[in-house]
């Protein structure tokens, strides 16, 4: 195999290979359409799903691809819903995609000022300092609760038909459809940047950041980059959850956010893209058929599964997956 | 005359962890082209020198300069896009990767071609085609595609070599290159070093003395974080000071 691969052709082909699109990667998104169809009283929770992929997709960026972790993830998906849901409540902006644009536009900017400072700091430093940041913000929500509404949060939101033709139906299908092309796009560029040689850099990061640093790679530029636009896709995904629930507290804030989009992402696998897929739509599966059975032990049990995940599938249920697919080729 | 110009110059270069002096007034310089060898008694403050060139350690006091250039002040990135680059007593490679990206990650990082967050890796063929050509410049071509993690240790020391000189240095600062790799296979990376670009001016670390008088055209020796002195290979193996300090270890020198 070696011998025949040795040509800077075939070596180049090797590096493009994995930028080109194989046949799985349409079979989730075959199942949001199904789902569409097969489920139309579920589109509500289908939503939320959508957006908690979104949510998981943005932190799979910064923690998967360039090893940056956080605790403080939220304060980016709360920047981006107050943003949108301020907008529509309190100045009548209500076009939804303009809203979403601001929203991404507002939270990038978080994630620039703020990235730009912590990720001098990296590893147990940095997640507290994520996470301090992430209550600050949160605290001085609750302090100015005349603009974020407190704790009774910004309602109110009133929004406009998308493209000014499509009407919200009761039952949420506009939400999930719109929901599931704002995903797609972003799931696009955030496919296009990690197998960019940029992209390339940020695994080179993650795995080795002295040698990086010995070869001269502008180390925090790329980090502030990449934490900027997680951030905006968070933010997005954030006035995603406003306009679709019509109204935002400071829960889309809170620590318990940054913390359930962190196990869904390990969950799921983290540096593979799709581990966001799978991460969020299960937990957030199990969190509306378990929490129904039993509200008070639903958590227990998904602490159970992360734990099992973390011990024995380094690489989430998609890693677990990957490697099962990997022993039937063997097989075969 | 290229002999004549300096690659790498300290002046009085000294740095302290509190009262422990671990360079001191250090007067170095390497010429575009050397060949040298940075010897000394274990705790002789050998990789702080290093640290203190590459700029992963700041001077308590003196100069670093590159090609005349006082780099002091510079980080060490900046010194590495200026020209410095170094292996690691230790491989520091990008394990996940193949040997083949460990490179290019090197070639795009100096070219610039990493800023780009849009186009495919791989789409720009002269990343590829220069680092497969350092590839194999080390005979490591047939390798390319496979986990860098899955390749013996010895074969590993060439990535961690391949990745210095895809840098296109000026200066390479070699830490114990030969350290882990079985006598039987050190004349591998003896025959590398005989091939390196002519221009680039080499210093090595190494404790193993065969490497180092095969390989170094002249030869430091640092004691306690100062030179004690600088010559000849025949000269150096001479001298009675460094012998008491390696008790005739290299007596065939």
């Known amino acids: ?332 | 005359m290229a002999m004549n110009e300096l690659a790498l110059e300290t002046r009085g270069l000294s740095k302290n962890f509190g009262a422990l002096q671990v360079a001191r007034a250090i007067d170095f310089r390497l010429e575009r082209g050397a060949r040298r060898a940075l010897i000394g008694p274990n705790g002789a403050g050998k990789t702080t020198f290093v640290n203190l060139i590459t700029g992963v350690l700041r001077p308590s006091a003196g100069a670093v300069l590159l090609r005349g250039e006082d780099v002091t002040h510079r980080s060490q990135i900046e010194r590495a896009r200026r020209g410095i680059a170094r292996t690691f007593q230790i491989n520091q490679l990008f394990r996940g990767l193949s040997v083949l990206e460990n490179v290019c990650l090197a070639v795009g990082e100096r070219t610039g071609a990493c800023n780009n967050l849009w186009r495919a890796a791989g789409a720009r063929p002269e990343v590829v085609d220069e680092s497969i050509g350092v590839l194999e410049a080390l005979r490591l071509q047939d390798d390319a595609l496979r986990p860098v993690g899955e390749l013996p240790y010895g074969r590993q020391r060439l990535v961690e070599l391949a990745i210095a000189l895809a840098q296109r240095p000026k200066v390479l600062l070699l830490d114990e290159p030969a350290a882990g790799v079985p006598s039987a296979e050190s004349h591998i990376i003896l025959e590398v070093f005989e091939r390196l670009p002519q221009d680039i001016a080499v210093l090595i670390i190494e404790h193993d003395m065969d490497v180092v008088f095969r390989f170094a055209r002249s030869i430091t020796v640092l004691v306690a974080g100062a030179i004690l002195t600088e010559g000849a290979p025949r000269d150096i193996a001479a001298d009675e000071r460094v012998r008491a300090l390696y008790l005739g270890e290299h007596a065939h020198g």
């Not at chain 1, 923690?63 to 943003?83: E, P, S």
């Not at chain 1, 999930?176 to 992209?199: D, E």
């Not at chain 1, 679709?244 to 804030?253: R, Y």
Request: charged share 15%.
């Open chain 1, 1 to 332: 195999m070696a011998g025949t691969e040795r040509s800077p052709g075939a070596a180049a082909e090797f590096l493009l290979r994995r930028h080109r699109w194989r046949p799985a990667e349409a079979l989730p998104w075959l199942i949001a359409i199904g789902a569409y169809f097969a489920f139309p009283d579920y589109m509500a929770l289908g939503t939320q799903i959508l957006i908690g992929i979104l949510f998981a997709l943005s932190l799979d960026l910064i923690l998967g691809y360039a090893g940056i972790v956080t605790l403080g993830h939220a304060a980016f998906f709360g920047t981006g819903a107050y943003a949108a849901g301020l907008l529509a409540a309190r100045l009548g902006w209500g076009e939804p995609l303009s809203a979403l644009l601001v929203a991404g536009a507002c939270a990038a900017l978080a994630g620039l000022v703020s990235g730009w400072v912590l990720l001098r700091y990296r590893g147990l430093t940095l997640l507290m300092l994520t996470l301090a940041a992430a209550i600050m913000l949160y605290e001085l929500g609750n302090a100015r609760a005349d603009i974020t509404g407190g704790f009774d949060g910004v309602t109110g939101i009133v929004v406009k038909p998308l493209f000014g033709r499509f009407q919200y139906d009761l039952y949420g299908h506009t939400y999930y459809l719109y929901a599931l092309a704002v995903l797609f796009v972003m799931f696009l560029v955030a496919r296009r940047i990690v197998y960019s040689p940029f992209g390339q850099a940020l695994v080179g990061i993650r795995e080795n950041l002295r040698r990086m640093q010995a070869l001269g790679s502008p180390v925090h530029r790329r980090l502030v980059t990449i934490y900027t636009i997680s951030a905006a896709m968070a933010g997005v995904a954030g006035g995603l959850f406003a306009q679709s629930n019509a109204f935002v507290t400071l829960s889309a804030l809170g620590f318990e956010r940054s913390a359930t989009v962190l196990i869904m992402l390990i969950l799921g696998g983290t540096g593979r893209l799709y581990g966001a897929f799978l991460g969020a739509t299960i937990y957030m599966l199990l969190e509306d058929s378990l929490a129904k059975l039993s509200p008070e032990f639903w958590e227990l049990g998904v602490g159970l599964v992360l734990v099992l995940t973390v011990l024995f599938a380094r690489g989430g249920l998609l890693g677990l997956l990957e490697q099962a697919a990997r022993r039937l080729r063997r097989w075969r």
